[in-house]
């Protein structure tokens, strides 16, 4: 069994990332998300124990665990049996009887009903249909997502290139990070989904083995390739689907993350609010 994301703080001491990462609890993500959830549901707001939240596509299960820490009736979402394993191991270390976790693909959130807050972290941008998704989410969720997420760059002189990118600049400044303002993802030219502009994102060849994409721990599960929406679209896109306000969060980057995180990975987080 290895973890090799989420550094969690079980009942025994044992940290499962070791003494060399730091703890989730203590990162400046968890805390920019707990410090949302606070501003938004303080806990003088009512019974947490009733309120549950969800976490879709939950890797490991840290995040799960420290909603659960918070008194919330807890569920992680996720796909791949090895990640389960771990997100498992971690509820019996826990003995935290409002986390729950089940192995399922996230667009069946449906099937396990309402969620007063819905996580969605590292997951959007390995969808080919997020504006899709987004509607699921919000059908699913009554008061707050929170979405970490990439966003495509609306304009990059790189990705109108295709192979010369992909084969040639990519791998350079790969290697080098030689006039690299934003990082090389090798995304398509820009272009329309679901009504949406944005680029694709290649996450396996068509044709992988089940039993190679179920190793791949940090791609998509179902589709080989995944659309990024521009920021934008983005916020458009979750304002269509049902949240009244969308606020970006700029507080998650300071220790896992480096200051100029959003701007050099086109990634940043958004708290969307149903009023």
């Known amino acids: ?64 665990a420290e909603f659960a820490r918070m008194g919330f009736d807890s569920l992680g979402i ?11 191991y971690v509820k019996d270390n826990l003995g935290l009887p409002n986390l729950n976790f089940a192995q399922d693909d996230v667009r069946n959130m449906a099937n396990y009903g309402k969620f007063d807050i819905t996580l969605c972290y590292g997951l959007l941008y390995h969808l080919n249909d997020p504006a899709a998704f987004l509607k699921l989410i919000s059908e699913c969720t009554t008061k707050m997502l929170l979405l970490n997420t990439h966003f495509a760059p609306e304009r990059d002189v790189r990705y109108r290139l295709g192979p010369l990118n992909k084969y040639f600049i990519a791998p350079i400044q790969k290697r080098t990070s030689l006039f690299e303002h934003q990082y090389n993802y090798r995304l398509s030219p820009i272009t329309e989904n679901e009504g949406y502009k944005g680029r694709w994102f290649k996450e396996w060849t068509p044709g992988t083995k089940k039993e190679k994409i179920e190793k791949l721990l940090w791609a998509s599960y179902n589709n080989h390739r995944s659309f990024w929406l521009t920021k934008k679209e983005l916020t458009k896109a979750m304002h269509a689907a049902g949240f009244n306000s969308v606020f970006e969060q700029f507080d998650y980057t300071g220790d896992l993350f480096r ?16 009023h």
């Open 78 to 88: 996720e796909a791949r049996a090895e990640n389960i394993e771990n997100c498992n």
């Open 1 to 64: 069994m290895k973890f090799t994301a989420h550094n969690i703080l079980l009942n025994n001491g044992q940290k499962t990332m070791g003494d060399d990462s730091i703890l989730l609890s203590d990162s400046a993500v968890w805390s920019s998300i707990k410090k949302t959830v606070d501003l938004f549901i303080p806990p003088t707001a009512g019974d947490r124990s009733k309120m549950r939240v969800v976490d879709l596509g939950c890797l490991e299960g840290g995040y799960a």
């Open 259 to 274: 200051e100029n995180y959003t701007q050099y990975y086109n990634r940043t987080m958004f708290v969307a609010i149903k």
